[in-house]
């Protein structure tokens, strides 16, 4: 969901696609389709044949999820401390 909010749903699922033909864990973003929406930024995968929406600028994405869930977990600890 994260991820789609910044590059497009589409383009999520056709990681979660790659990861899946890769046999990843294509429902989860770690070790999965974390991976996969990088690659998207290369010609090999975004034409693979099961990829529908093509390239994607699979950076922003990746550092966006992450981005957020570095946070959450910081925010989680500060909680977990008090």
Excluded at 16 to 45: C, H, R, T
Aim: hydrophobic residues 30%; aromatic residues 22%.
């Amino acid at each position: 969901m994260l991820a789609s909010y910044n590059c497009g749903y589409y383009h999520v699922k056709d990681a979660q696609y790659l990861a899946q033909y890769y046999q990843k864990y294509s429902l989860s973003w770690d070790n999965g389709v974390d991976e996969f929406i990088l690659k998207l930024m290369k010609p090999k995968y975004y034409n693979h044949k099961v990829v529908k929406y093509g390239y994607c600028r699979g950076h922003e994405p990746y550092n966006y999820v992450n981005e957020i869930f570095t946070r959450y977990d910081m925010y989680k600890d500060l909680v977990q401390n008090k």
